[in-house]
C-alpha cells in the first residue's frame, strides 16, 4: 500500500475512532460533541501551530546576510523541490536535529538547530534540508497536524470519560451510550489506539520525505550519512523538546529518553538509511567526522 493511501485510511481510522469515543461517552450528542470538538482543534492549529512551536524553539529567522551559505542552500534546493522560498531559522540548540512547519507551501519554513550546522558538512545538510522541503511539498505538516489534533482530541475525551466513571455519570440508553464499565475500558483503550495510529501516519510520512529529498538533491547519500550522524549524537546530546512536537523533526528528538523509544513516532534510523541505499539494513555504529567542520558557526 503506498504512503499516500496508507496515510489516508490511517486519518479514516482516527475520524471513526473520535466518534465512537464520542457516542460511548454521551450517544449520538456525544458524537456531534466529539466531531465540533476536533473541528475547533484543528482550525486553531491550522492557523497557529506553527507560530506557537517557533516560539516554544525560540526559532530565530536567519537572513541571507546572516546566514549566506544555509539561505543561499534552501533556496536553491527549494527551487529545484518547485516550492515557493520559506522562511528560514535556527533553533539555538546542541542538539543536531531540523524541522518544518507552515499550513502550506505559501507559509513554509525550515528550522535546522545550531548543533545540527556544527556537526553537518555540506551535503549532509542539504539532504537535511531536502527533507525537510519534502515534508512541505507533501503537506505533511497539514497531516501530521491534523493526526496529532485528532488524537489530542481523543485524549481530552478518554480523561472526560474517566471522570464520568469517576463520578458514576455513565449512560446505558437507547442512544448508544455506554456504562460506567464502558467509559473505564473506552478511556484507557481509547489513547492508546489514538497514539498507535498517530505513530503509524508519522513514520509513513517519514519514509515518503525520505524519498522525495533524494528526488531533490539527487544524492540519497547526502541524508543517509546525516541520519546516521544524527542517530548517534541523539544519544550523547539530549535534545530539550517536547513530545507533543516529536513527530515534526527528522529524527525524534527523545531518543535518549528508553520510554520515549517505544512510542517512537520515527521509524528506525538503520530502515530509513537502508531504504535510501537501496540496501538491507546492517548493523553498525555511526562514525563521527573528526576532519574540521567546513561551516561557520551562525550565532
Not at 83 to 93: A, F, G, H, T, Y
Not at 208 to 218: E, K, M, P, R
Request: charged residues 15%; positive net charge; hydrophobic residues 45%.
Amino acid at each position: 500500500m503506498g504512503n499516500q493511501m496508507k496515510t489516508t485510511l490511517l486519518l479514516t481510522v482516527l475520524t471513526i475512532l473520535i466518534v465512537m469515543v464520542g457516542r460511548i461517552i454521551g450517544g449520538q450528542g456525544g458524537m456531534i460533541i466529539a466531531l465540533l470538538l476536533a473541528g475547533g482543534m484543528n482550525f486553531f492549529s491550522y492557523f497557529y501551530s506553527d507560530k506557537m512551536v517557533l516560539k516554544m524553539y525560540r526559532a530565530q529567522e536567519v537572513s541571507r546576510n546572516q546566514a549566506p551559505q544555509l539561505v543561499d542552500m534552501v533556496q536553491e534546493l527549494s527551487s529545484r523541490a518547485g516550492l515557493p522560498m520559506p522562511k528560514v531559522c535556527i533553533v539555538p540548540q546542541n542538539a543536531p536535529n531540523a524541522f518544518a512547519t507552515g499550513r502550506n507551501p505559501q507559509h513554509g519554513v525550515v528550522a535546522v538547530t545550531q548543533g545540527l550546522l556544527d556537526l553537518m558538512g555540506p551535503d549532509e545538510v542539504r539532504g537535511v534540508i531536502a527533507h525537510e522541503l519534502g515534508h512541505i511539498k507533501n503537506r505533511d505538516i497539514l497531516v501530521g497536524t491534523i493526526a496529532a489534533t485528532l488524537a489530542g482530541a481523543i485524549m481530552t475525551l478518554a480523561s472526560m470519560a474517566r471522570w464520568a466513571a469517576i463520578f458514576g455519570v455513565g449512560r446505558d440508553d437507547e442512544e448508544g451510550g455506554a456504562g460506567i464499565f464502558g467509559l473505564i475500558a473506552m478511556s484507557i483503550i481509547a489513547p492508546m489506539a489514538a497514539m498507535l495510529v498517530q505513530m503509524a501516519i508519522s513514520r509513513s510520512r517519514e519514509y515518503l520525505a525520505d524519498a522525495t529529498a533524494a528526488q531533490i538533491t539527487g544524492n540519497p547519500e547526502g541524508l543517509a550519512a546525516a541520519l546516521e550522524k544524527l542517530g548517534s549524537a541523539s544519544q550523547r546530546v539530549p535534545m530539550d523538546a517536547e513530545p507533543a512536537t516529536a513527530h515534526m523533526f527528522i529524527t525524534n528528538p527523545l531518543a535518549g529518553q528508553k520510554l520515549a523509544n517505544l512510542f517512537s513516532t520515527h521509524p528506525p534510523i538503520e530502515e530509513r538509511v537502508a531504504r535510501l541505499r537501496g540496501a538491507k539494513p546492517k548493523p553498525s555504529a555511526a562514525a563521527q567526522s573528526k576532519a574540521p567542520n567546513p561551516w561557520d558557526k551562525l550565532r
